[in-house]
């Protein structure tokens, strides 16, 4: 063997010794310990705590609510313009939605604009013929239209839907006695307040007319 085949073989020795120390040593990384869970809900590359907080999504309301809310704001506001604005246009987007159209009656009369309040209350009796409000609405401008017979009519329906609610009976009679029907009128001035004595314009009318 000669002197340079003496000194690779050496070094091949050293090269060898060094790699199986490291090996073995307690330097190299073992599996099983690179990662020591801390709890026992610890993953890596995850949220795994049970108490992490998530935000929710706002719930979304759709736009006809955000109109009937606007016609509220407006209405409290006795800002019937506004109300008349919202209110058409949730008409739009639903034309036989029953609560629009009982409120868009009540503006259109705050307004003046009676032919229109009527034409709503009659679309809104196709839809529900039982709806006493309705009718008690549209007796009320009937009476203002001049068409009493027909608002008599309108009246003692709502009292029908409805006996045991006493602004029915308080309307009714409210019309009766500007018809002049004093008696008539103070039978129903009279069961008004038997339903409900806060009524006090009611008993109020029964003292003027008794």
């Not at 002197?3 to 120390?21: G, T």
């Not at 190299?28 to 108490?51: L, S």
């Not at 839907?161 to 009714?172: G, I, M, V």
């Not at 004093?182 to 029964?206: F, P, V």
Request: hydrophobic fraction near 40%; aromatic fraction near 10%.
């Amino acid at each position: 063997m000669s002197s340079f085949q003496l000194i690779l073989f050496l070094i091949s020795v050293v090269i060898f010794y060094l790699f199986f120390k490291q090996i073995f040593s307690s330097s190299y990384p073992k599996r099983g310990v690179d990662f020591e869970a801390k709890r026992e809900n610890d993953q890596i590359g995850g949220i795994t705590e049970a108490n992490k907080n998530f935000s929710k999504p706002t719930p979304q309301i759709s736009r006809l609510e955000q109109l009937l809310s606007m016609a509220d704001r407006a209405l409290e506001r006795e800002d019937f313009v506004e109300a008349d604005k919202a209110l058409s246009s949730a008409n739009i987007i639903e034309p036989e939605n029953q609560e629009v159209l009982l409120k868009h009656g009540y503006v259109l009369v705050k307004l003046e604009r009676l032919r229109d309040a009527k034409e709503v209350y009659e679309e809104l009796l196709k839809l529900n013929k039982e709806e006493d409000m309705a009718h008690v609405a549209l007796a009320n401008l009937l009476h203002r239209l001049g068409d009493n017979e027909e608002a008599k009519k309108h009246h003692l329906r709502a009292i029908e839907l409805d006996k045991n609610y006493a602004p029915h009976y308080f309307n009714y009679a409210n019309t009766l006695y500007d018809l002049g029907e004093r008696h008539s009128a103070l039978e129903q001035y009279k069961k008004a307040y038997n339903l409900d004595n806060s009524l006090e314009e009611a008993s109020k009318m029964i003292k003027k007319i008794s």
